[in-house]
């Protein structure tokens, strides 16, 4: 069973920053493609941002486009998502996912428990 840890997150004003990391406890991630997702109080989970195994190609949601940047480090098994000029909007629950496969987006399989991001105005 892979378990998936999710930290960084907290309190921030606007405009403000946090880096989100991702590891896993159990299992690996460093072969895996990996995704960032969110979910604000009474909305749908969203996309955040994703990136391949190597880290060469990623893909962000429009809103958080030139704000946000996903990377990961393999040695040690983890993946980051920097937040730069946070907004109140980017206010939610983190949620990092694993991928099925190395470069494919399509498929995923396990969830972290997430890590609350809040913004204030």
């Known amino acids: 069973q892979v378990q998936l840890e999710e930290s960084g997150g907290g309190l921030v004003q606007t405009g403000g920053s946090l880096r989100l990391s991702c590891a896993a406890s159990?299992?690996?991630?460093?072969?895996?493609?990996m995704g960032w997702f969110r979910q604000a109080p009474g909305k749908e989970r969203e996309f955040v941002a994703r990136?391949?195994?190597?880290?060469?190609?990623?893909s962000y949601a429009d809103s958080v486009k030139g704000r946000f940047t996903i990377s990961r480090d393999n040695a040690k098994n983890t993946v980051y998502l920097q937040m730069n000029n946070l907004k109140p909007e980017d206010t939610a629950v983190y949620l990092c996912r694993r991928g099925l496969y190395g470069s494919s987006w399509q498929s995923w399989d396990y969830w972290g428990q997430g890590t609350q991001v809040t913004v204030s105005s």
């Open positions: 159990r299992g690996t991630l460093s072969n895996r493609a």
């Open positions: 990136i391949d195994w190597s880290g060469t190609r990623t």
